[in-house]
């Protein structure tokens, strides 16, 4: 069972997320201290950015021996571009990723390494 506690940052609870031995932080509570109605698009706009993506692809070529870097390469020559969609479902499915989990649903939402 994953083990949560939160940190108050700038008046907004943001919450840490212990799975397997791994810390998680939330993105989505960080995404509520911009817009709490829109947590899905702030998350969103941020992976399509260019260097969130080369980030993310470097986290992962480090820690998952299971990342797709094809598809990653496809990502970042698109990141950036205002054509470009990303999610983190989309995210995962693609490259395999472990860094982030999204979960959808009352419970849900998305935590990151």
């Known amino acids: 069972m994953a083990k949560s506690r939160t940190l108050n940052i700038q008046d907004s609870q943001i919450t840490l997320i212990q799975q397997n031995e791994t810390d998680f932080i939330s993105l989505t509570d960080i995404a509520k201290h911009k817009d709490s109605k829109h947590t899905d698009t702030i998350i969103q706009n941020w992976m399509r ?6 980030l993310l692809g470097f986290w992962e070529s480090i820690y998952n021996p ?48």
């Open 49 to 54: 950015n260019r260097n969130t993506i080369e």
């Open 66 to 113: 299971d990342f797709n870097p094809i598809e990653f390469e496809g990502f970042r020559n698109k990141g950036g571009l205002n054509s470009f969609v990303m999610t983190p479902k989309r995210w995962i499915e693609k490259t395999n990723a472990i860094g982030i989990i999204s979960k959808a649903g009352r419970y849900g939402g998305t935590i990151a390494r």
